[in-house]
């Protein structure tokens, strides 16, 4: 095989890879704009599914529940992630370690239909014996910070584990004590994680279908569920324009975080290159 | 050689009258039935520069550590200034470390980095900004305040991180290996600008290092480590010359060992009695307490003078005949691997003057009487 072949190869691999992950996705931003009640028939251009959608409340109740069970969620889930990481990766090895890492970390791997049917039976148990938690927001949010906080205690730890633990020796070197450190020090280094973790959260959150429907309670349908049971009762064009809508959300989310990387790099190298001139 | 001056002339650790600084007293310490440190006390006095010399795993950052409080002895005691320093956290005690790879906050500018020590102990606005500047031009940084760690060179960060330590003005400084991450010409700057600025401040200084040059230059004293003891304390020149054993004379610097029997002994000197090298070997020393025993005499390369067999052009008490083997040429010496008639090669260090020997070239080799120095251990 010559160069230019594989080229040629090396170019259409990758042209239908973007075409395997992307094309359902532009696909629905297309269709958003279809005026056809049909999801699939194209008839011709319209934003009217958008204002549908901005007059359908059941879609914006359930948003509403849905971002704030994960900015809920994603609080509890990266302040418990990160005191887990931290102790994972920095009281060394403690009785008890192995059994700790091991819950820590067993929702990554646990089914959610198994987590979702658990927490379910020891909410209703908690309920018959002391009258508490009912099954709404509070259950969902609960529930979420179980599993969520795995995945912030993986980040954070790994984090940890690249910072020299010298870094923090030198800060109590310095008169710093324990507490001073950890918000001074360690904290300030682990922010980029505790910020990906908090994401990592809200997003899991956000789109969790399967245990938040053994969880929730009949005032506390989120969007996921509301999503699932109308394409159950048959697609609606206005679906598409929610799915457009949660992608352009997530776009210029992704987008902003990428230039502030890049905007950083370039000012870190320029800063090094006027430092050696 | 960095000498402590006092005006007597008499060093600190040679006066009786004076008490030590810092007391480290029959310290163990074990990692999951590893003993580290074993049973070690030393003595170090204000001024000085000391230095724990020894190869990796013998024990000297754990001493350092614990001196820092990172790190808590099974046994034993550690005093500064007759201060308990194991009642101490590291945040309480008195003493400053510079680490091995500087530990600078990376998320800090150099003056904020500088600053966080004085921070920690409630001073003043005003009060740290003056102490910060003063000591960004102790180490010549004024023009750096602004920057971060990752913006400087690294012999620039290890003057921020000596900054940093000092202006807490501890009464010990510990140095971690402060010059192993630097290239060679600057590592050797740099011993000069820390001996002159441990002078400036007048803070003891401790150091831990694998690298017996740098001790050599840079100490007052030094503790030679091994298998988590120490085995000898003392002078660099003391060291070099008298090392106490096998293993130090080996260690520091190079030396070739002369086997035998102490054959004859006196005040005026003492005879080995040395198969490989072909005879009796004379040596200043009087080693009437060892009169019988197996010693070896250990002789520097540098102290072994070498001629061609033919013209033979000096005197020596101890002189042996043999064939050069082995040639090094360093630039400033010449490194000569010398075979005796007893097959023992012979190192000899001699000083370029422009005299080249060449290999299979037959040689007489001689030192003198005090060029030797007898070791039992």
């Known amino acids: 095989m010559n160069a230019a072949q594989s080229r040629f190869l090396l170019v259409a691999m990758s042209v239908l890879a973007l075409l395997f ?125 179980t599993f969520a906080t795995a995945f912030v205690a993986v980040v954070v730890q790994s984090r940890l584990s690249e910072i020299d633990v010298s870094i923090e020796e030198a800060a109590a070197d310095l008169g710093a004590r324990p507490l001073q450190v950890f918000f001074l020090v360690t904290l300030p280094l682990i922010a980029p994680a505790l910020m990906s973790g908090f994401l990592l959260a809200f997003s899991l959150s956000l789109d969790d279908l399967v245990i938040t429907s053994f969880v929730s309670g009949p005032s506390s349908t989120t969007l996921p569920m509301v999503i699932f049971s109308k394409v159950r009762l048959g697609l609606n064009p206005e679906i598409n324009a929610l799915g457009a809508l949660i992608i352009l959300f997530v776009g210029v989310i992704a987008t902003i975080a990428t230039f502030r990387t890049i905007f950083a790099d370039w000012r870190g190298k320029r800063k090094v290159e006027t430092a050696t001139a | 050689m960095n000498v402590l001056l006092r005006e007597d002339g008499l060093q600190p650790w040679a006066d009786k009258k004076v008490a030590p600084q810092l007391c480290i007293r029959n310290v163990v310490k074990t990692f999951d039935g590893f003993t580290a440190v074993n049973d070690v006390s030393l003595d170090i006095y204000r001024g000085e520069f000391f230095s724990l010399l020894g190869g990796s795993g013998c024990g000297k950052t754990t001493l350092l550590r614990m001196l820092a409080g990172f790190e808590f002895p099974d046994r034993g005691g ?71 760690p990752n913006q400087l060179s690294g012999g620039q960060r290890q003057r921020v991180a000596l900054a940093r330590a000092l202006v807490k003005r501890p009464t010990v400084l510990l140095l971690d290996e402060p010059l192993s991450a630097l290239d060679k010409k600057l590592r050797e700057a740099t011993q000069f600008e820390l001996i002159n600025i441990q002078k400036q401040v007048g803070v003891t200084f401790i150091m831990v290092t694998h690298d017996q040059d740098e001790a050599m230059a840079m100490s007052t004293r030094i503790a030679v480590m091994d298998k988590g003891r120490v085995i000898q304390v003392g002078e660099p020149r003391e060291i070099y010359e008298y090392p106490r054993s096998r293993f130090i004379a080996t260690f520091i610097g190079s030396i070739n060992l002369l086997e035998g029997p102490v054959v004859d002994c006196g005040a005026d000197g003492s005879r080995v009695d040395c198969a490989q090298w072909g005879g009796p070997v004379r040596v200043a020393q009087d080693l009437t307490a060892l009169s019988g025993h197996h010693v070896a005499i250990g002789v520097r390369p540098e102290k072994i003078r070498l001629a061609r067999a033919d013209e033979f052009a000096f005197t020596a008490d101890n002189i042996a005949d043999g064939v050069v083997k082995e040639i090094a040429y360093l630039g400033d010496s010449m490194l000569y691997r010398v075979q005796l008639p007893s097959g023992l090669l012979v190192k000899v260090a001699a000083q370029n003057l422009g005299v080249w020997f060449s290999a299979d070239e037959p040689v007489r080799i001689g030192f003198d009487a005090s060029a030797g120095v007898a070791i039992d251990k």
């Open chain 1, 21 to 145: 992950l992307y094309a359902p996705i532009v696909s629905i931003v297309i269709y958003s704009f279809n005026e056809s009640q049909l999801v699939t028939v194209w008839s011709r251009f319209s934003t009217k599914w958008y204002a549908a959608l901005l007059h359908d409340d059941q879609i914006l109740r359930a948003a509403r529940i849905s971002i704030e069970v994960a900015l809920l969620s994603a609080t509890g889930a990266t302040v418990l992630g990160t005191f887990a990481g931290y102790i994972l990766s920095r009281f060394g090895r403690f009785p008890g370690r192995t059994l700790f890492s091991g819950l820590v970390m067993a929702p990554l791997v646990m089914p959610e239909i198994i987590m979702g049917i658990s927490t379910l039976l020891l909410f209703v148990a908690l309920e018959a014996a002391i009258g508490w938690p009912h099954r709404d927001i509070q259950t969902i949010v609960m529930a979420h910070i």
């Open chain 2, 78 to 148: 550690i005093s500064v200034d007759g201060l308990d320093l194991l009642k101490l956290q590291p945040y309480e005690r008195p003493l400053n470390m510079m680490f091995q790879n500087y530990a600078l906050f990376p998320h800090m500018n150099v003056a904020k980095n500088i600053a966080f020590g004085l921070r920690n102990e409630g001073l003043g606005p005003d009060e740290i900004e003056k102490r910060v500047k003063k000591s960004l031009e102790l180490v010549q940084l004024e023009a750096f305040a602004e920057r971060k």
